[in-house]
């Protein structure tokens, strides 16, 4: 039956579980965190670097920003634009946008002012919230007629604190044409506010997706979408008060915003957050605030696991570690255990799916495809449908184990793209969002993403998926990362190229013609790749994607 799948896996891990603990009523991110801070107040609410920040001292700076907010004219429904790092600034702040009944639009910091000039424009906001060392570089020149607010990653760190080795030489800047966000807090301390208090499905985010294919488009997250998930997260990965959450992820990214922020608030726990990812900062800080769960770029731990001191960090307790946003191999999967004692669990999702779709739970070993090698990105998470239809034929259901485009229904999807209603027609049809991802789901219920149905290679009328090619070039021992896309060719219409880096030391002694010839003897001769190009760096998005546009472009 369309849209249904073996349940046994759920219910041999989880006895008690029923698809009635999803179909409940829903709250919002504001009464999440209203109901932890009003439990244990003076608990630790944001651990930033060293510095430890109460969830009452969290509540009055998030007050006292909604009373400024006021001041500055904002209402319901306008938008603010967030272009930060992972400050604590971007949780407080978030949270006075709700007490307004805003939305929050939150960017990369590493776009362009071009870049922010078009997100300005499509989102609407009217004020602007950035970091001051961004602002002379891009946020000045797209900011046009807009309010400018500006903040340091100085601002919190504290008095007495040690000066993180990435801040070392910076300095708190301020403009005569902003507003700084500190001095806003202070001065609104103690003025009265009351609250918004938005109804679950009201929009909490505007998250932009990240362009890998074409424009980013704003994908409308509400509340209740992201409180489906945070149960999700809760009952797979078995998370409860005494865990500890490692805010690694970009917090403009639905992944820091869900599965970081999001939970963090959900349980009343403390998040780590330590402004930009550096290993060492990392490794330090998980040891000293004891962390057990977060969600990460494959990239990110295997920057952690190349650290020449991982052997003298104590990580017993970090023992629910997640991956998602790019294809993990099971071989990485078996060096993690062995170097570091850690297993790192699937989790696949996309921003119109509020972080996961689908999840590896806890203390389960997630399946490898016989076919292609790929480990399963996990089970179908509770209270979602899932379908599989022909790539060529939109809507035509595919056999058991068979691959097409996944398409997935319920309460966690997206309603819609920003002032978008064609691209919002055209991605959902009927509640279903078609995700332009192909993958396949198994008899037991087991899901595998084959690849982008976008990056598809069509070679003499052959299919080839860049993943099935990236699969073979990583079983070779001198490959750090790979990139595989189509390239035009006067004579098969398209031909595989491969981009690699290697692993260090490797480079003069593997060379394009040997990762040829590899692939050469495992895969079809019309799927292995005809060209390899050797780069230091495979191009990728923050959040560890390939940018496969960038690729092919060059």
Known sequence: ??????????????????????????????????RAAAQHPDAPCIYYFEKVITFDEVAWMARSFAVALTELGFDQGDRILFVLQNIPQAVICSLAVWMRGGIVVPVNPMYTAKDLAHLLADSGAGIILCDDALYEKTVAAAAADRKVLTTSALDLIGHGQPMPEQLAGSSKLRFSATFDLMDMID??????????????????YLVYTSGTTGPPKGAMISHANIDHNCKVYEMAVQLDVSDVIWGVAPLFHITGIVAHQAIAF???????????????????????????????????????????????????????AYSGGAPVSPGTVQKFKEVMG?????????????????????????????????LSVGL??????????????????????????????????????????EASAKAIIDGRFFTGDVAKIDAQGWCYIVDRKKDLINVSGFKVWPRDVEDVLYQHPAVREAAVVGIPDSYRGETVKAFVSLVEGCRDKVTPETLIQFCKERLAAYKYPRIVEILDEVPKTMTGKVLRRELRNR
Not at 267 to 292: C, E, K, S, W
Not at 344 to 373: K, Q, R
Not at 390 to 407: A, K
Not at 408 to 420: A, E, F, H, T, V
Request: charged share 20%; glycine share 8%; with cysteine.
């Open 187 to 204: 001065r609104c301390r103690d003025k009265p506010l009351t609250p918004h208090r938005a109804a679950a499905e009201e929009l909490a």
């Open 266 to 320: 959900h349980l009343g726990v403390p998040l780590v957050l330590h402004n930009r990812f550096n290993p060492a900062d990392a490794l330090r800080l998980i040891q000293t605030h004891q962390v057990t769960f977060t969600v990460a770029s494959i990239t990110v731990y295997i920057a952690l696991l190349n650290h020449p001191d991982i052997q003298s960090f104590d990580l017993s307790r970090f023992q629910k």
């Open 1 to 34: 039956m369309p849209g249904t799948y073996d349940h046994k896996p759920w219910l041999n891990t989880y006895p008690e579980w029923l698809p009635s603990a999803f179909t409940g009523s829903y709250e919002t991110l504001l009464d999440k965190f209203d």
């Open 342 to 374: 850690i297993t790192i669990y699937n989790v696949y999702g996309l921003t119109e799916s509020a972080s996961p779709a689908t999840i590896t739970p806890l203390g389960m070993t997630g399946p490898v495809d016989e076919a292609s090698g790929a």
């Open 380 to 421: 179908i998470i509770p209270g979602v449908e899932a379908w599989v239809v022909n790539v060529d034929e939109q809507g035509q259901e595919m056999p058991v184990g068979q691959e097409g485009e996944l398409v997935l229904r319920g309460p966690s999807i997206i309603r819609g793209y920003w002032q978008k209603p």
